[in-house]
C-alpha cells in the first residue's frame, strides 16, 4: 500500500508545473556550475601549476641557502607553504577565494628602524624567521564571484521539496480525496511515508540524472583527475543532499497536515524556509560578531609596536643610548659567546612578540567564526552548507587546520635546526642569532617537508545533526497528520 501512495504522488507530481520548473532549472544550473568552474578562472589545471611553481621555488629557496650553511637557513626560515588546490571546488565554493593560499614565513624587521641589516658597532643582523598570514585578495572579475556551486543548487533542492509537498495533505483534504483514501485498510502512518517516498522520488531523480550530467563536463572540460577518494567525497555529498531533501520533504508534510489549505501551507513553508536560509545565519554571524568584536588590523600593530618599542628600549638593539650603555653594545661573534646569549635572548623575545600579536589575530577570527558556526547549525541548511565545504575541503575550518599544521611546521624546522646545530662541536649551540649556529651546509634531503592533511572529523558531527533534523521533523509530522482532521 506504501507504494501505491507513493506511486500515485510520484504520477501526481510528475504532471504539475512544478516538476517541469525542477527538470528544466536543475540540468541548467548544473551545466552552468561546470562551465563556470571550468571556463571562468577555476581552472584547476593552472591552479595546479601555480601551486607546483610554488613548491618547487620554495624547494630552491631552501636548497640555496642549505648551501650557505644551518645558521643561514636558520634565520631565513623555510620559506612560503602554499595551500593545495582542491578539486571539488565546483561543489562547495566555500572560503577558498577569501582566505590566504599560503602561510608565508618572514623574517622583516620593526618600522623603519629595523631591516635586514642592523649596525650595532659595524655588527650587521638579520632578525629570524615569523610565520604570517597575508590577506587574500578578494578582486577578480565577476564571473569569479558568481558562486553557482553544488551548495547554492542544495538549498534551491530544499525550496523545491516544500514545492512539492505544500499541498500533499492539504489538498486532498480540500479535494476530499484524503477521507477517501483513508476510509481502506490503510494506517496514517503509511500514508505519510507514501507521500514522503513520492516527494522524494520526485525531487531526487531529476538531481542524481544532473549531477552526472555535472561531472562528465567537469571533467572533460576542466579536466580534473578523479581519484578513488575524490569519487567517495562526491557520493558523500549526494547522501547530504538526500539528508536535506528529506528534512525539508517532512517539514512540508508537516505543514500540510497542520493548515486548512494548501496556500496557507506554502506561505508558512516559505517564510519558515527564507527564514532558515538567509535571515537566520545572518542575524546570528551579526550577533556573533557584535557579541565579542576582534581588535582591527591596526589596533593590533599599535599594540605590537608599542610593547616591541618596550623589547627595544630595554636593550637597545639601535644604540640611541646616550648616558645609559645598552645592553647589546657588543657584537654577537663565536669569540665572545656572553654577547652572542644576549642577542640571542633580544631576537627570541622579538620572535615570541611578533608571532604572539600574528597568531593570537588569527586565533580570535577562527574563535569567533567557529562560534557562528556552532550557532547557525540550529539551521538544517547551514549545516548541510557546512558539511559540503568540509567534504570539499573548502571551509573555513579546512583553513584552520593548514594554519594549525603550519605551526606545527614551524617548530618541526625550528626543531630541526636544533638538532643539526648539536651535530657540530664547533658551533656555540645558541638560537637565533647567526654567529651562534652552525655554519656548515645542511643536506637538503634531511629538511623536513610540509605535507598538508586533510580531515573530515568536523563533518562527522554536522551529517549526525542532519540525521537527527530528519528524525525530529519526521516525528513531528507524524504526530501532526495523526492529530489532524480528514475533512
Not at 510528475?14 to 577555476?42: M, Q
Not at 520533504?249 to 527564507?274: E, K, M, Q
Not at 527564514?275 to 568584536?293: E, R
Not at 587546520?401 to 638538532?419: L, P
Request: charged share 15%.
Amino acid at each position: 500500500m506504501i507504494w501505491q501512495i507513493a506511486f500515485k504522488e510520484i504520477y501526481h507530481n510528475l504532471t504539475t508545473l512544478r516538476f517541469a520548473l525542477i527538470i528544466i532549472i536543475l540540468p541548467l544550473l548544473f551545466v552552468a556550475n561546470s562551465l563556470i568552474y571550468s571556463l571562468g578562472g577555476y581552472s584547476y589545471t593552472a591552479q595546479v601549476n601555480t601551486y607546483n611553481q610554488q613548491v618547487a621555488q620554495n624547494r630552491d629557496h631552501i636548497e640555496d641557502f642549505a648551501n650557505k650553511g644551518l645558521a643561514e637557513l636558520a634565520l631565513i626560515g623555510p620559506g612560503e607553504i602554499p595551500k593545495r588546490p582542491n578539486r571539488l571546488t565546483f561543489c562547495a565554493d566555500g572560503a577558498d577565494k577569501f582566505v590566504p593560499r599560503a602561510v608565508t614565513m618572514q623574517n622583516v624587521g620593526m618600522l623603519s628602524r629595523a631591516g635586514y641589516d642592523e649596525l650595532v658597532e659595524g655588527y650587521q643582523w638579520r632578525p629570524p624567521w615569523i610565520l604570517e598570514y597575508p590577506l587574500q585578495n578578494k578582486g577578480g572579475n565577476v564571473i569569479q564571484r558568481i558562486k553557482i556551486d553544488w551548495v547554492f543548487i542544495g538549498i534551491l533542492m530544499s525550496f523545491f521539496a516544500i514545492l512539492l509537498t505544500f499541498d500533499a495533505i492539504a489538498g486532498e483534504r480540500a479535494r476530499g480525496t484524503l477521507s477517501l483514501m483513508m476510509s481502506n485498510a490503510v494506517s496514517r502512518g503509511q500514508v505519510l511515508l507514501g507521500k514522503y517516498l513520492g516527494a522524494f522520488v520526485t525531487v531526487f531523480l531529476p538531481l542524481i540524472i544532473s549531477i552526472l550530467i555535472n561531472l562528465l563536463t567537469i571533467y572533460f572540460l576542466g579536466n580534473i583527475p578523479f581519484a578513488s577518494e575524490h569519487w567517495l567525497r562526491i557520493l558523500g555529498m549526494v547522501g547530504l543532499f538526500a539528508l536535506l531533501v528529506s528534512i525539508f520533504i517532512f517539514l512540508g508534510l508537516f505543514f500540510s497536515s497542520r493548515v486548512s489549505n494548501a496556500i496557507t501551507s506554502l506561505v508558512w513553508l516559505l517564510l519558515t524556509w527564507v527564514f532558515l536560509a538567509f535571515i537566520f545565519p545572518s542575524l546570528l554571524g551579526t550577533f556573533v560578531g557584535n557579541l565579542n568584536p576582534i581588535p582591527s588590523v591596526d589596533e593590533v600593530l599599535r599594540q605590537k609596536h608599542a610593547q616591541l618599542g618596550q623589547l627595544y628600549a630595554e636593550y637597545d638593539p639601535f644604540n640611541n643610548a646616550e648616558d645609559i650603555l645598552p645592553k647589546l653594545s657588543k657584537a654577537a661573534s663565536a669569540e665572545n659567546p656572553k654577547a652572542t646569549r644576549l642577542w640571542a635572548d633580544f631576537l627570541a623575545k622579538e620572535v615570541e612578540t611578533k608571532t604572539r600579536f600574528s597568531d593570537g589575530h588569527i586565533d580570535q577570527q577562527f574563535k569567533q567564526v567557529q562560534l557562528a558556526r556552532d550557532l547557525t547549525q540550529i539551521s538544517p541548511i547551514a549545516t548541510f552548507q557546512y558539511a559540503m565545504e568540509g567534504l570539499a575541503n573548502t571551509s573555513i575550518v579546512s583553513y584552520m587546520n593548514f594554519v594549525k599544521q603550519a605551526r606545527r611546521y614551524r617548530q618541526t624546522f625550528i626543531d630541526f635546526i636544533k638538532a643539526e646545530d648539536q651535530d657540530d662541536p664547533e658551533s656555540l649551540h645558541i638560537y637565533p642569532v647567526r654567529e651562534g649556529l652552525s655554519q656548515k651546509p645542511v643536506n637538503l634531503d634531511a629538511v623536513p617537508v610540509f605535507e598538508e592533511q586533510i580531515s573530515y572529523r568536523s563533518v562527522l558531527s554536522q551529517v549526525g545533526l542532519l540525521v537527527l533534523f530528519n528524525l525530529l521533523f519526521f516525528i513531528i509530522a507524524q504526530i501532526s497528520f495523526m492529530k489532524s482532521d480528514l475533512k
